[in-house]
């Protein structure tokens, strides 16, 4: 009885090794054993997530502190244009100089530097909002396209305010302190204007980025 039992046992003993391990064609059971046994598992590394998470942080960021340099560019710019405009008809009260509100052009040119430097200190104030409160004020979806539309408009009038101040430069009397404001207004406003270009295209290049990606 007991030489019955021991091929019987034998063969539930091969029955369950057939269960527990699947044979390949061509490999060695004991070789796929040991394999399973010595393989590792790959761990992994959190400087691998630590340096994926900073880069993705890190770019918002970059984009955000240019925009706010463009940004302040243009504020300062716009602020010496339309201060240079109004400095010269305060200086001489014994000896007045032409103002500058004597000249259409002059005046069209003073009040789009104004609406340049108002709009530039709202954008400065939400860009350091959104930095210190992330998007406390308006949502990016809507900051993007009202910042698009903006930024065209403000090319456009920017632009056409210092072609129609050029001739003003002509006319004005040739050493006097207006004619000397109207230059460096007119080349403020130039420099304005290729500024806020560039804070046109990227929003606009962020707007399609939104989007279309």
């Known amino acids: 009885m007991e030489q019955v039992d021991e091929p019987v ?30 393989q590792p598992f790959p761990t992994p ?9 900073t880069r993705w942080s890190s770019r918002p960021l970059i984009h955000r502190h240019s925009n706010l340099f463009l940004r302040f560019s243009v504020l300062l710019f716009s602020f010496i244009s339309a201060l ?9 009260k014994h000896h007045p100089s032409p103002s500058f509100t004597d000249y259409s052009e002059l005046i069209y040119c003073f009040i789009v530097a104004i609406i340049a430097l108002v ?17 406390i004020l308006i949502s990016d979806l809507t900051s993007d396209y009202l ?24 006319q004005v009397e040739r ?30 290049y962020k707007l399609c980025k939104r989007i279309g990606w």
Not at 119 to 135: N, P, V
Not at 176 to 204: D, E, P, Y
């Open 45 to 53: 590394s959190p400087f691998s997530f630590s340096v994926a998470s």
């Open 9 to 38: 046992k034998d063969e539930r003993e091969q029955h369950v090794l057939a269960f527990g391990f699947r044979i390949m064609p061509g490999v060695s059971p004991v070789a796929s054993i040991s394999q399973s046994q010595h």
């Open 175 to 204: 050493g006097t302190a207006l004619r000397k404001g109207t230059i460096v207004s007119t080349s403020m406003a130039f420099a304005t204007f290729l500024v806020m270009a560039i804070c046109a295209i990227l929003s606009g």
């Open 119 to 135: 709009y530039t200190a709202f954008q400065l104030f939400k860009g350091i909002s959104d930095i210190a409160h992330r998007g």
């Open 147 to 170: 910042s698009f539309v903006l930024d065209q408009l403000l090319v456009y009038l920017l632009v056409s305010s210092a072609s129609a101040a050029v001739p003003i430069i002509g």
């Open 84 to 92: 240079t405009l109004v400095t010269p008809s305060t200086n001489n």
